[in-house]
């Protein structure tokens, strides 16, 4: 049996035949415009309505994540930039189909160039293009296949018209060629709990319809014509956790009764609800960012109080961790850093833009402090990106000076932990964001393919800093949580507890398998498999010594 390796998203498995998703339209030919530009270019304006109106039915149909992307696909379809661009190609002789396509390649290169988040969405507008060609060739969209029996869909990336046609009853799994841990394909396999492995080179090469193969995102690997053992094997690992994910919803406990709450990661009001239903304790890291991502100016404090008031209401007397604004890097938000940079992720970004642009981090602090006042939520607030004792002051004592009751500090850059001491000193509570403190441990950009084995919260050297921070967090007796995606590996949010975290964060649909995984262990033997994960040597044998 040989086995293909990516990146895996989620912990799942799943066992079932191949069905490749068809290639793309090839490209249209250079042939000249034999008709008129004026009614050629009213052809592609009609067809990108279709397109744009296709895509929004689609997305009134899928409802959530899905629904957002969709509609975003939409705006693009419709984008008046490109139809201008599409004119102005017909104009010089460009046939219709040919217009169209390479002015959605035009903006594509455009987004490719500004890296990380954008450079995702790129496949976006290759969707789009292929839609809107198949609509003036007259033939059917590019899509996913239908099938009567459950199957494992590879493709080159899902774009997402695909990912919100995609029929969840029968697909068990995903894998990409390309695409990342922030592609699409990721973010459907997250919110959707489907196994997924992306980025696996080869894949549409090297496996056929129909062949029989194990996705195991766990472990980032795709077997080819597995034996019956490890088919039976997979399919009970399968069946045991969603049998742990349809489990009755308790609150976070080991085996032995140790409390560790369990929290959800929010971007928005919209994500409360799901958040309650997973039986989220509170909100152990709300991205306040994600709110304003498409703004160019700040935000005012009577638009920010009323967004942070939703997200408080919906857990009264429960705890609320909000996160001040996070930008820079993946996130850009062009009011508190605009400038170029040459290596974005170690640049001007969190507390640090923060601090340049103080009336912007008072305003925040100031809208929080009225949310806190407004409802019953138990309020934490918290910045990102802060590397020592003298930023914690500086935030500890602005947060009070607005009237918050509890501030804290992100653990992300590794500086923190080596001075963990000082910082839990002065900060009421630390969380431990294991997305960048892993890209900056490990020194791996987070966004980039390429690195995305080093991207490891399971490395002992990242592992090692978490205990530091837990450590000092009990010595000085203030809380440490974790709120970066290791929480939501069962295996590793055990290793987590056993070095000291004392409550987990992560997206809703991961509660209910950290939760039965809490359960099965005591702390004496969470505590016991940190130590062996912290004797490891690298990332594969830390998951190992904890496995056996
Ligand atoms: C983290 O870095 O782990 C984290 C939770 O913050 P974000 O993923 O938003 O950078
Ligand atoms: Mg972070």
């Known amino acids: ?8 998203v989620g912990r799942g498995i799943a066992a079932a035949k191949v069905l490749k998703m068809p290639e793309p339209l090839a490209p249209p030919s250079d042939e000249p415009l034999a008709a008129d530009a004026g009614a050629e270019h009213q052809r592609v304006q009609a067809a990108l309505t279709e397109v744009a109106d296709d895509l929004n039915a689609r997305a009134a149909a899928a409802g959530g994540d899905a629904q957002q992307v969709l ?42 160039q500004m890296g990380g988040y954008m450079a995702e969405r790129a496949t976006d507008l290759d969707d789009v293009a292929q839609r809107v060609v198949a609509r003036l060739r007259g033939v059917p ?17 899902l774009a997402p018209a695909d990912t919100a046609t995609l029929d969840l009853e029968q697909t068990l799994a995903l894998v990409t060629e390309d695409g990342g841990p922030t592609s699409h394909t990721a973010i459907l396999a997250r919110s959707k709990s489907l196994p997924a492995v992306v980025g696996v080179v080869g894949v549409l090469d090297a496996v056929a319809d129909g ?39 308790t609150d976070g406990a080991l085996a032995d009764g140790t409390k560790v709450p369990l929290l959800a990661n929010v971007g928005s009001g919209k994500d409360a609800p799901g958040a309650v239903e997973a039986g989220a304790e509170g909100v152990g890291l709300f991205r306040t960012e994600f709110l304003f991502l498409g703004a160019s100016a700040a935000p005012s404090v009577e638009e920010q109080t009323a967004a942070y008031t939703e997200v408080l209401r919906a857990f009264p007397g429960k705890k609320v961790v909000v996160r001040v604004l996070d930008a ?9 850093n605009d400038a170029h940079e040459e290596n974005p992720a170690l640049g001007l970004r969190g507390i640090r833009a923060l601090r340049a642009s103080e009336q912007i981090l008072r305003d925040q602090l100031t809208a929080l402090a009225n949310a806190q006042a407004a409802t019953e939520a138990e309020l934490h607030v918290m910045a990102p990106m802060i590397a020592d004792r003298e930023e914690t002051e ?75 921070l837990g450590d000092a967090g009990a010595a000085a007796g203030k809380p440490v949580g974790v709120c970066g995606e290791a929480a939501a590996d069962p295996a590793l949010a055990v290793v987590l507890v056993g070095l000291g975290a004392t409550s987990l964060s992560m997206s809703a649909s991961a509660i209910a398998e950290v939760r039965a995984e809490l359960l099965t262990v005591t702390l004496e033997q969470a505590k016991e498999r940190a130590a062996r994960a912290l004797a490891a040597s690298s990332a594969a044998q830390a998951r190992q010594a904890v496995s056996s």
């Open 328 to 336: 820079g890097a993946d996130k850009p938000l062009s009011f508190l």
């Open 141 to 157: 969209a590019p899509g996913v296949p239908a099938s009567d029996e459950p199957f494992v869909l590879v493709a080159r990336d």
């Open 1 to 8: 049996m040989s086995a293909l390796s990516g990146v895996g």
């Open 211 to 249: 062949q029989l193969v194990i996705v195991d995102a766990k472990a980032g690997t795709v077997a080819l014509d597995p034996d019956d053992a490890s088919v039976t094997a997979a399919g009970a690992e399968r069946a045991s956790r969603l049998a742990a994910a349809s489990a009755p919803i």
């Open 71 to 112: 509609e975003a696909a939409a705006l693009m379809a419709q984008d008046p930039a490109i139809l201008d661009d599409v004119r102005s190609r017909l104009d010089v002789g460009a046939n219709a189909e040919k217009a169209a396509w390479d002015a959605y390649a035009a903006f594509r290169d455009m987004l490719t």
């Open 394 to 468: 500086y935030f500890v004592a602005l947060g009070k000076e607005l009237g918050l009751a509890s501030v804290g500090a992100m653990a992300e850059v590794p500086s923190i932990a080596v001075l963990a001491d000082q910082v839990t000193e002065v900060a009421d509570f630390v969380s431990i964001g294991t997305n960048d403190l892993t890209q900056y441990t490990m020194a791996a950009d987070r966004q980039l393919g390429s690195v995305a084995a080093l991207q490891d919260p399971w490395h002992p050297a990242v592992l090692r800093l978490v205990k530091m």
